[in-house]
């Protein structure tokens, strides 16, 4: 009897060993049943994890800069910084240990066990805690973009930037690119797109990011082209919103600001948006900043490789149409009206179906990243 006994040990021994039994750490949400078990294994001495495996769990992303060999984690809205072999990471500019390094194994980066079960409750301890052994959530959330509201500006009496050589308003460039990119955001993305306006009609700058906001909006696109006194200024620009600007987006900034003074009832008028931003917009907005620099980013990124126009940069400038958006917010400037060979292009169908497509490039790209980033 004691041999049995003896035997069954034994096997249940080197079953162990071989890792048949597999290890791992809990992940129980709040309210809610549902479990998963992130796998861990031994290796010399520390126990490890799959990072990828907290994809499932956080939608996080992993991934190594090749040219300077740190691998980022974005989890929850940070980033995490990591070297291959070290056991030392940076969180927020400040470095911590995680006692045993992070190895690199084929394919895959594995982190010790103490970085999910010790570091992370302690880096986001609203939404991470660490019960009876169990890795406990908070609630998965669904933050994923799925309403976006464009706005094609100017309209009616307001014709925006007109151009110099073949009078092309700047509100009908602007319509006509909106049109296009809704339709390619709902038919190939199945996004709610909204437009401020779907006609050549007046909308106030109030209005507009009023509309985003009614209808709870996760993204305000303002479309515009762009007008100087030099006919040589040429190139696509994105602005995000910002009170720190330079001069040269100052005068963007005043050019479509100046809709306010010239059609909305002059200085009476700039005083109430002047107040509306105190109250409103400053704090709201400024959560969404990093987010708008992205979306930024991306859009400008995708429209100068697809348009082959010159890059004048992502911007920051106080403009009155994002002040007010409660949400990621940008503002495109995709060409100069008072450049004539831009505005030969501006006013071509062909290019007005280009500038959709590559704005449709960036948002997508945008929103892949944004959705699994924000999501629990
Ligand atoms: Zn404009």
Do not use: W
């Amino acid at each position: 009897m004691l041999k049995i006994i003896h035997r069954i040990l034994l096997t249940f021994v080197m079953l162990a060993s071989a890792g048949f039994f597999s290890a791992g750490v809990t992940v129980a949400y709040k309210n809610s049943k549902t479990e998963k078990t992130i796998k861990t294994e031994t290796i010399s001495e520390g126990v490890y994890f799959n990072a990828a495996d907290l994809e499932s769990v956080f939608k996080s992303i992993i991934k190594e800069e090749k040219n300077d060999n740190r691998i980022y984690l974005s989890l929850l809205g940070e980033q995490f910084i990591f070297l291959v072999n070290s056991a030392y990471y940076s969180f927020k500019n400040v470095q911590y240990n995680m006692h045993y390094p992070l190895i690199r194994k084929e394919m895959s980066y594995l982190l010790p066990s103490q970085f999910l079960l010790e570091r992370l409750p302690a880096h986001f301890p609203g939404d991470i805690q660490i019960q009876k052994g169990k890795l406990t959530l908070s609630e998965p959330k669904d933050y994923s973009i799925r309403t976006i509201v464009i706005d094609p500006g100017h309209g009616g009496k307001d014709p925006g930037a007109v151009g110099r050589k073949y009078k092309t308003q700047e509100k009908d460039v602007n319509l006509a690119v909106t049109l296009k990119l809704k339709s390619m955001l709902e038919k190939e993305l199945g996004i709610n797109v909204l437009l401020t306006r779907a006609d050549d009609r007046f909308v106030s700058l109030y209005e507009r990011t009023k509309y985003a906001n009614d209808r709870a909006a996760d993204l305000f696109v303002s479309i515009h082209a762009n007008s100087s006194v030099s006919t040589a200024s040429k190139g696509i620009e994105v602005y995000y919103l910002s009170t720190a600007t330079t001069t040269e987006s100052r005068a963007v900034e005043a050019l479509e600001n100046s809709v306010v003074e010239l059609y909305e009832g002059g200085k009476t008028a700039t005083k109430k948006y002047d107040d509306l931003a105190i109250i409103l917009s400053d704090i709201l907005q400024a959560e969404h900043l990093e987010a708008s620099n992205n979306l930024a980013s991306h859009v400008q990124l995708n429209l100068v490789a697809g348009t082959k126009a010159y890059d004048r940069g992502v911007k920051q400038a106080n403009f009155y149409v994002l002040r007010g958006a409660f949400m990621p917010a940008i503002l495109c400037e995709l060409g100069f009206l008072s450049n004539p060979d831009e505005e030969v292009l501006l006013k071509n169908p062909e290019y007005q179906e280009r500038m959709a497509r590559t704005l449709f490039e960036g948002i997508k790209r945008f929103k892949f990243r944004y959705d699994r980033i924000r999501s629990i």
